[in-house]
């Protein structure tokens, strides 16, 4: 049986440990994707994970689900959880879609993220309940593997946009990049 979980690593002391939550587990209610009018399936647990230091929060989604979750790093760095102890997590809210990467402007601690049905890189700033597009390409943004916020570049906001689920499929054309 997979386990699905985050590795809590402490560099100071060379030891890891794994925690886990019924959240890290991908929704079989939202294991299938259409983007660009592909439809496909995958049913997959954690794929984004964002730090906010000024929250002291690890937030973390599964690819297959539509809510964020947090879980407070000092949790996370006091050690394994005693035997038969829940991890404290917190449902953050629902995004409009599944998706993949997700990062933290520390400038607001807003949550960058691409909802991926949506081929956009969206805003979400827990804490006011506001929500904005920042961008949308249906061509350009399918399948955001990765958001980033760039303190050396001003703030911008970095995106790592493949074609995955067209390779998935096995439907990619060479003519594509």
């Not at 049905?117 to 805003?123: D, K, S």
């Not at 990765?146 to 003519?175: C, M, P, Q, Y």
Request: glycine share 8%.
């Amino acid at each position: 049986m997979i386990q699905m979980g985050i590795i809590v690593y402490d560099g100071r002391r060379d030891n890891a440990w794994r925690v886990t939550h019924a959240s890290m587990y991908p929704d079989p209610d939202l294991g299938e994707y259409d983007i660009g009018g592909e439809r496909f399936t995958l049913m997959d647990g954690i794929v984004g994970l964002a730090h906010s230091p000024a929250q002291g929060l690890l937030y973390y989604q599964p690819l297959a689900t539509d809510r964020l979750f947090s879980v407070s790093t000092a949790v996370l760095a006091s050690g394994p959880p005693a035997e038969g102890t829940d991890l404290p997590v917190n449902l953050v809210g629902r995004k409009s879609s599944q998706g993949l990467g997700v990062a933290v402007d520390p400038r607001d601690d807003t949550i960058i993220f691409s909802p991926m049905t949506e081929t956009a890189i969206a805003a979400w700033n827990p804490i006011t309940n506001t929500h904005k597009v920042l961008a949308q390409d249906p061509e350009k943004l399918q399948f955001c593997a990765e958001v980033r916020w760039a303190e050396r570049d001003n703030g911008a906001i970095w995106a790592l946009s493949t074609r995955f689920h067209k390779f998935f499929r096995r439907s990619a054309s060479k003519h594509e990049v």
